[in-house]
């Protein structure tokens, strides 16, 4: 069974285009978040959730808009696609919002914009 | 703010050789630190961790201490094997903040 499961694995769009990556976890935890990892493999916060409630909001473009409809899932919706959001988007998730706690990480997804 | 430095790779070794990747926090309050690894085309998986000053930390072979002294929380291995080829991430968070992860360090096990 997997733990963090994020869908789709590879995104290909057009800039401006807009698209949305959806992240489930069947952990039960509360927390959930969304990483942006550059080429250079350098991993950036940009949201963390608790409880469906948005706790973290780090400076990312307002195209960016996640929405938790629930515990168990966090999507992300991208608007108007630009070059620069190339990358693999990570979702993660820990049982609580407190600092022993590892986070686990679903597979990615590489997004392309061309 | 928190952050945590790691050595720059990418780090070249011959299998069976001796494996050290160096990581230094700065962190306010008392933070859990974390080795993560990356490889190629996956998600990061938990290595290790450690909660506490002089914890160790150990999985697979890989150990690492916390040491509040030296704010340091260096990633060993005695033997490496080609299948440790990887990115690895030192990490660490605070209550109430989120995690903080270095930059990586690219390891290359060559057989």
């Known amino acids: 069974d997997t733990a963090v499961s994020q869908t789709p694995k590879y995104l290909v769009t057009q800039m401006g285009n807009d698209k949305s990556i959806k992240c489930e976890q069947n952990?039960?935890?509360?927390?959930m978040y969304w990483y942006k990892q550059d080429s250079k493999k350098f991993l950036k916060i940009m949201f963390s959730?608790?409880?469906?409630?948005?706790?973290i909001n780090e400076t990312v473009p307002n195209r960016f808009s996640p929405k938790s409809p629930d515990k168990a899932h966090l999507n992300l919706h991208i608007n108007s696609l630009e070059l620069g959001d190339s990358a693999v988007y990570f979702c993660a998730s820990s049982p609580e919002w407190v600092s022993s706690y590892e986070q686990y990480f679903g597979p990615g997804t590489r997004l392309t914009v061309t | 703010g928190n952050s945590v430095t790691q050595m720059e790779g990418p780090v070249t070794l011959s299998e069976e050789a001796f494996l050290t990747i160096n990581c230094t926090y700065t962190?306010?309050?008392?933070?859990?630190l974390f080795w993560y690894v990356q490889y190629p085309g996956e998600g990061l998986q938990l290595l290790l961790k450690a909660t506490k000053a002089d914890d160790k930390g150990s999985n697979k072979g890989f150990e690492a201490t916390y040491r509040k002294e030296t704010t340091s929380f260096h990633l060993e291995k005695g033997s490496v094997q080609v299948s440790d080829s990887a990115v690895y991430f030192c990490a660490l968070s605070t209550y109430g903040q989120n995690f903080v992860f270095g930059p990586g360090t690219r390891l290359s096990v060559l057989p």
């Open positions: 962190a306010t309050g008392y933070p859990s």
């Open positions: 959730y608790n409880n469906k409630e948005l706790i």
């Open positions: 952990l039960g935890h509360d927390t």
